[in-house]
């Protein structure tokens, strides 16, 4: 079977560094807080709840890190009988491969999503792009890649949106729609 996972590009590791760099900064002006010598002890905040809140917080940053790192690595896409099963962070998706009518090979950019980190139903992490995006001649599609442009492929079911896919190999993808009833475009 040639190579279904996806295509990757390198990871990007800033995410994590700022993420937790913040994370750093904030905890240590939590600790400071208790036992700052300027303030009056009124204003302190008690020396418990400020260790409690900053280990609070450091353990919500060490799991963050690990989505950041994570989310890349477990962004999959695998043949399994009759669908293809796509592995995303915390889920996994099967899709029947006999209700794919069409399968493109296509040219796609991602292009920066200003706000993508504020709510938009998708992540725009470097090197795990998931959930929704309008393409230009497309209109609204589902995507799952771990690269941010690049040559993809677009399936088209008979029932419901798109779902854009970029593995190694796009043709290995559009030859398993083409064995299961679909057409292929390449």
Do not use: K
Request: glycine content about 12%; proline content about 10%.
């Amino acid at each position: 079977m040639r190579e279904l996972s996806p295509r990757r590009e390198p990871p990007g590791r800033w995410p994590a560094l700022v993420l937790t760099g913040v994370g750093i900064v904030a905890a240590g002006g939590l600790l400071w807080a208790a036992v700052d010598p300027s303030s009056p002890p009124s204003e302190r905040l008690p020396a418990g709840l400020a260790v409690a809140v900053a280990a609070a917080e450091l353990a919500a940053v060490a799991l963050g890190v690990w989505a950041l790192s994570a989310a890349p690595r477990r962004l999959d896409y695998r043949l399994r009988g009759r669908g293809l099963v796509v592995t995303q962070l915390l889920s996994q998706r099967r899709v029947p491969l006999t209700s794919v009518a069409s399968a493109e090979v296509l040219p796609y950019d991602l292009g920066v999503v200003p706000g993508a980190h504020l709510g938009w139903p998708r992540s725009y992490l470097p090197g795990y792009y998931v959930g929704w995006w309008r393409m230009a001649g497309v209109g609204r599609v589902r995507v799952a890649v771990a690269a941010r442009s690049g040559t993809g492929v677009l399936l088209r079911f008979r029932d419901g949106p798109p779902l854009l896919l970029a593995p190694r190999e796009p043709e290995a993808l559009t030859s398993l729609v083409e064995r299961f009833g679909g057409t292929a475009g390449r």
